[in-house]
T-cell receptor, first 111, second 109 residues
Framework: DVKVTQSSRYLVKRTGEKVFLECVQD?????MFWYRQDPGLGLRLIYF???????EKGDIPEGYSVSREKKERFSLILESASTNQTSMYLC??????????FGPGTRLTVL | RKEVEQDPGPFNVPEGATVAFNCTYS??????FFWYRQDCRKEPKLLMS?????NEDGRFTAQLNRASQYISLLIRDSKLSDSATYLC??????????WGAGTKLIIKP
């Protein structure tokens, strides 16, 4: 079974803090994704990565950056957290035939 | 028009009933489609893939209507455990997936 893990299930940060969200997958997948999910809006793609050190902006990259130094790990960074970044953050890796496997999610609250 | 549209629901359905909901998509070139299931406060998980006219897996049937550009999901003999949000997904460019906002299903005893 594919396993995707995320570093935290719940996180509370203050406005202006730098926030790191980590994601690790154990299936040697090349493609990994970061989404945020808000009520009524569905999943929105923040960034994705084709392979190590390669990244592409998704639909809503503003205020975020990413790092992919190793194939199994894809990190999402909030440079200066703001209250409108309070959300559920989901990491996924891409398996065969475009299927995506998700981590359990990180529910981030920015105060 | 959104690329993938779903009725948000909720659909309130008695246990044992049959329920169906649709998803419309805008990209006529799409070749494959997915239904994911998401339980409350959990991550989405793949329910079914649809590559041709349809797919059936036990009580679940997914059908594709290319002419009208919609995908449907039919659940027969619904169980309480079927209560979840069902997400319709269409592949986009560059290995991305385009996600519908989901249809919430509540099965009542």
């Amino acid at each position: 079974d594919v396993k995707v893990t995320q570093s935290s299930r719940y996180l509370v940060k203050r406005t202006g803090e730098k926030v790191f969200l980590e994601c690790v997958q154990d299936m040697d997948h090349e493609n990994m994704f970061w989404y945020r999910q808000d009520p009524g809006l569905g999943l929105r793609l923040i960034y994705f990565s084709y392979d190590v050190k390669m990244k592409e902006k998704g639909d809503i990259p503003e205020g975020y950056s990413v790092s992919r130094e190793k194939k199994e790990r894809f990190s999402l960074i909030l440079e200066s957290a703001s209250t409108n970044q309070t959300s559920m953050y989901l990491c996924a890796s891409r398996g065969p035939a475009d299927t995506q496997y998700f981590g359990p999610g990180t529910r981030l609250t920015v105060l | 028009r959104k690329e993938v549209e779903q009725d948000p629901g909720p659909f309130n359905v008695p246990e044992g009933a049959t329920v169906a909901f649709n998803c419309t998509y805008s990209n006529s070139a799409s070749q494959s489609f997915f239904w994911y299931r998401q339980d409350c406060r959990k991550e989405p998980k793949l329910l079914m893939s649809v590559y041709s006219s349809g797919n059936e897996d036990g009580r679940f049937t997914a059908q594709l209507n290319r002419a009208s550009q919609y995908i449907s999901l039919l659940i027969r003999d619904s169980k309480l455990s079927d209560s979840a949000t069902y997400l319709c997904v269409v592949p986009g460019s560059n290995y991305q997936l385009i996600w519908g906002a989901g249809t919430k299903l509540i099965i009542k005893p």
